[in-house]
């Protein structure tokens, strides 16, 4: 069954950041045993790649029905691992899984079912064509800090599904949701040894990386995804880089203003501001704003922060103080600059973190105005609850200061003219457009992921994603008739034949002259190679 790879030394805590309590460890694979565990999973790809695609689905069907199975301990498990309320849990983790395997299990044979090409007949008039995929081999998954249950398992699966074998890293913040992927897919029968799990920090995600596998498929930061990028380009190597990004809603003038600040709102302060895809950003025609601004902060001052057991919290503390003093530090940079702190800020939430100091991690959502362009926090990503709203005076103002982002994630219109939302949305620089809602495609698995620019390489779910698991193979049939009938470009050459492939261009032009002129000056040549094959008979 999968497993985790064994280790002889050190180990990796799991903590729970609402209360600092240690909720298990599990040993870290050392740098040195990385190769090896990919060789493993490589020795047990050829039997899982023999399998029919739709026999792999049934395994992807199970591992769903192990998901629903385990519904309360996961939920349980990544509401402590994270810190998150566990509704969120539950719609935005294990919902998406359960989704995706399905998904899967019904679409995956289909869309690795290949394909058949029509050659032209003028150069090929026997021969078939078609492609098939095949498995790259050994694709190696790393998992993100947050979203540790959803993204992870979705890369994990398709790779699966093409005929890999997988070397899952978790993050070490993520480490127990990790071990919980395995145990979904042993519960689904997969092949032992197929799927591996291996922890530690990045040292051995740079071993990973390093070892001979196909593919690498990483969700994390900018500079993390960088590097990991530049060692698979070195190594001629594929990758699939998932790297977030600055994401805005566009709230134009016509917008149903209360829906676009419940959206807004739930986009920007999910997951305490750290999913990927976060809205920091809001950019307000000025018609509405002041309607826009109000609405907003008083639906942010009415989110609750603390425990996230509690059924009626909506925020619960961020991952690490790593990301607790970046996020403070970038908004007070703001603050001292001159923009405006209308609520939220770090927070103390009595009865957790006593002793460990995990309270600390407490952030509560936080909106933002008066902030300009040259400021970090219009700029850099910031892993936190914070959001920044702006005014524009026009449509195409508005657009201007989406696009001024390195990043190109996604970005939300709110418009009651879907028409005049289409027309804005081919002008974003970004890979996803959502009109009327936001994070649309998270959950949807049919739906391609992914952004330009800095927010990464390739897209995750989809066919598409499938589709990059593999390999496309180009086979061609031509049957086995006398060497007299060969094709009438083998040599040896001559002028007829050079004119021939003249006159067989023209004919494919668009002008009469020119397609006369090839009946004119290229019949006789091609008679003549006619003869030259009735001659061989």
């Known amino acids: 069954m999968p497993s985790t790879v064994p280790a002889h030394g050190p180990t990796i805590a799991s903590r729970n950041p609402a209360t600092g309590e240690t909720l298990g460890t599990v040993p870290v694979t050392l740098p040195a045993a990385v190769p090896a565990v990919v060789a493993g999973a490589a020795a047990v790809q050829p039997l899982w790649w023999a399998l029919r695609s739709r026999d792999r689905a049934r395994y992807m069907q199970r591992a769903a029905q192990a998901v629903i199975d385990e519904a309360d301990d996961l939920a349980a498990l990544i509401c402590a691992e994270q810190g998150r309320p566990r509704a969120e849990v539950e719609l935005q983790e294990l919902l998406p899984a359960i989704e995706t395997l399905q998904w899967l299990a019904e679409a995956g044979p289909k869309v690795l ?10 150069l090929h008039p026997l021969s078939r064509a078609r492609w098939t995929y095949e498995p790259l081999g050994v694709v190696a998954v790393i998992g993100p800090a947050t979203e540790p249950f ?3 398992l979705g890369d994990v699966a398709v790779a699966l599904m093409a005929g890999n074998a997988v070397v899952l890293k978790p993050s070490p913040q993520a480490a127990l949701a990790g071990e919980r992927i395995a145990r979904v897919f042993a519960r689904a029968g997969l092949p032992e040894g197929l799927l591996r799990v291996v922890h530690g920090d990045a040292d051995t995600g740079a ?15 900018y500079d993390a995804g960088r590097a990991v990028g530049e060692a698979c380009a070195r190594a001629v190597k594929r990758s699939v880089l998932e790297l977030g990004g600055k994401d ?14 419940q959206g807004t709102v739930w986009a920007a302060f999910a997951n305490a501001g750290q999913a990927g895809g976060s809205v920091e950003r809001a950019v307000v025609l000025r018609e509405v704003s002041e309607r826009f601004l109000s609405g907003v902060l008083a639906a942010t001052r009415a989110l609750r922060v603390g425990d996230p057991r509690d059924p009626g919290v909506s925020v619960g503390p961020l991952l690490t103080h790593d990301r607790h003093e970046r996020v403070r530090t970038l908004v007070q940079e703001a603050v001292d600059a001159g923009a405006t702190l209308h609520c939220g800020g770090p927070v103390e939430v009595p009865g957790l973190g006593a002793g460990a100091g995990a309270g600390a991690t407490f952030y509560a959502p936080a909106v933002l105005t008066g902030v300009t362009p040259e400021m970090r926090v219009a700029r850099e990503e910031l892993p936190g609850p914070v959001l920044v709203v702006m005014t524009a005076d026009t449509e195409e103002e508005a657009i201007r200061i989406a696009n001024a982002s390195d990043t190109g994630l996604g970005a939300s219109v709110w418009t009651a003219d879907r028409y005049k939302g289409a027309r804005i949305a081919r002008e974003l620089h970004v890979g996803m457009v959502w009109m009327n809602d936001h994070l649309t495609t998270r959950s949807a698995p049919q739906l391609p992921w992914g952004g330009v620019k800095g927010s990464g390489i390739g897209r995750a779910r989809g066919a598409i994603a499938l589709r990059t698991c593999a390999e496309p193979k180009v086979l061609t049939w031509s049957p086995p008739v006398p060497a007299a009938a060969r094709p009438f470009w083998w040599f040896p050459y001559d002028e007829a034949l050079e004119r021939t492939g003249r006159a067989i261009s023209e004919l494919r032009s668009v002008r009469d002259r020119d397609r006369e002129r090839a009946l004119r000056q290229g019949t006789p040549p091609m008679l003549k190679l006619a003869r030259r094959a009735l001659r061989r008979r």
């Open 113 to 122: 079912a290949g394909e058949r090409a029509g050659l032209s007949r003028a």
């Open 150 to 152: 959803a993204t992870p």
């Open 207 to 221: 071993a990973l990386v390093d070892a001979p596998v196909a593919q690498v498929r990483f969700t994390g930061s």
């Open 248 to 261: 805005v809603a566009l709230v134009l003038a016509d917008a149903d203003v209360d829906r676009a600040v």
